[in-house]
């Protein structure tokens, strides 16, 4: 998969999420026993530690935001880093997955 590929699905994520309000965010996901804002956080730190590995430099922990709202900007912010780092192509078809994962669980 290519950069472009990680981009259509990182838009299809948030064009479903995007307009969700906080008890959207609390609800449970899906598949699984953890809540939808868990699920996506854990989905941009899983995506900023390929960004770190990519760069070659060391992983950090995405801060939970205040507000949960914010998800979609932090995941728009670290797929860029991933794509900007341009790592081999199967750490972009991963990453594809994954997003791809994520949005089917919510």
């Known amino acids: 998969m290519s950069a472009a590929d990680l981009t259509r699905a990182r ?30 956080h854990r989905l941009v730190q899983e995506i900023a530690n390929l960004a770190a590995d990519a760069e070659g430099g060391p992983r950090r922990a995405v801060p939970r935001a205040e507000n949960d709202l914010s998800l979609p900007d932090q995941l728009r912010v670290v797929v860029a880093d991933l794509v900007a780092a341009e790592p081999p192509a199967e750490v972009l078809t991963h990453a594809t997955e994954t997003l791809n994962v994520t949005r089917r669980a919510l």
């Open 11 to 40: 838009d299809l994520l948030i064009n479903q999420v995007g307009h969700w309000q906080q008890p959207r965010w609390a609800a449970p996901a899906a598949s699984g026993d953890v809540s939808r804002v868990d699920l996506v």
